[in-house]
């Protein structure tokens, strides 16, 4: 008779473990949605952003939405522009009236930049537009080179072994040690804006003008290459 009480018993310990395990989840629920109801009537966006990230399980290596960084398209042959940055290629030579021929290792030297670090090529090219207007031998009076306005003492360091004097001078050596130090200033700052404005020297200032700046240019890119070309 004993040996039929004793799993009766066992079941009801194991029922009683599990309600209370349950209970206790449902009461941590319970808590966290009452926490959340109150920071929405307070108004508290850090409580809301906190509970947020704790109940939702974040992606694996997420990456923002404004960062830039972005697959362009397909990789393409090394000597052969994608569609859509020959469709850039052709609005800036209008609007900077630039040569396509001039031109055209500069985005070549984006493209091939972009893959390898995946950023935007469109980025890389709004911020050649913002920074030199797509003059190689722009120089400004703090000596940043070339263009994308590379400080030749800070980033020694990143240029190949086989580079001469006047190598930030360089059109295409320009654009690779420039995109790696755009790539650097958005992953250290957490974002496209404070990247930009560090790339620009401009990190204290408020209104982010430098950052804007070369987010309209990017936009304005973007609008070419999406508007079909005239027959």
Sequence with gaps: MSATILPSSALLRASAT???LLRNFLMAAGIIFLAGLFAVQAGHAGIIEAL????DAPAENPVAADDGIVADEAPTAPDALSPRLQMALDYVTRRYRVSATAIEPVFLAA???GQELRLDPLLIIAVIGVESGFNPFSQS???AKGLMQVMPRFHMDK???D?????FLD???NVQVGARVLKESIRRHGGLESGLQQFGGALNDPDRRYSAKVIAEKQRLEQ???RPRAI
């Excluded at 947020?52 to 109940?55: A, E, K, Q, S």
């Excluded at 580079?163 to 190598?167: E, I, N, W």
């Design 18 to 20: 599990v309600s209370a």
């Design 52 to 55: 947020r990230t704790f109940v």
């Design 163 to 167: 580079s001469g004097t006047h190598a």
């Design 224 to 226: 070419a290459v999406q």
């Design 171 to 173: 059109p295409v050596t």
């Design 141 to 143: 009076v703090v000596g």
């Design 111 to 113: 493209q091939a930049a």
């Design 159 to 161: 240029l190949p072994e």
